[in-house]
Nanobody, 120 residues
Framework: QVQLVESGGGLVQPGGSLRLSCAASGFTFSDVGMNWYRQPPGKERELVAF????????TYGGDLAGRFIISRDNAKNTLYLEMNSLKPEDTAVYYC?????????????WGQGTQVTVSS
């Protein structure tokens, strides 16, 4: 079965950095484009970043491109999100997401999320 497990969240001071990881299993990771989403407290979930299956193309939501970097290691079935110059408004639960079609139909898989809190 498809499983996505995020890790790496925590409490960080403004201006600091964190690196999130998402370990994937149960599907052919290297065939699937992957997303990071986040849900700030009291707000809707929003797209943070997307990366193609081979990692050659990345896109970012809002104005995150200058501070966040999405990457992947297909040999390790792992997705990453490097977050730099963190701001209090980056506080959110961060989720990785895989969306694809296979023989069973459409798959829209989510991890359990990892909390990121930016505060002094």
């Amino acid at each position: 079965q498809v499983q996505l497990v995020e890790s790496g969240g925590g409490l960080v001071q403004p201006g600091g950095s964190l690196r999130l990881s998402c370990a994937a299993s149960g599907f052919t990771f290297s065939d699937v484009g992957m997303n990071w989403y986040r849900q700030p407290p009291g707000k809707e979930r929003e797209l943070v970043a997307f990366i193609t299956s081979g990692g050659g193309i990345t896109t970012y939501g809002g104005d995150l491109a200058g501070r966040f970097i999405i990457s992947r290691d297909n040999a390790k079935n792992t997705l990453y999100l490097e977050m730099n110059s963190l701001k209090p408004e980056d506080t959110a639960v961060y989720y990785c997401n895989a969306r694809y079609a296979d023989s069973t139909g459409d798959v829209d898989a989510w991890g359990q999320g990892t909390q990121v809190t930016v505060s002094s």
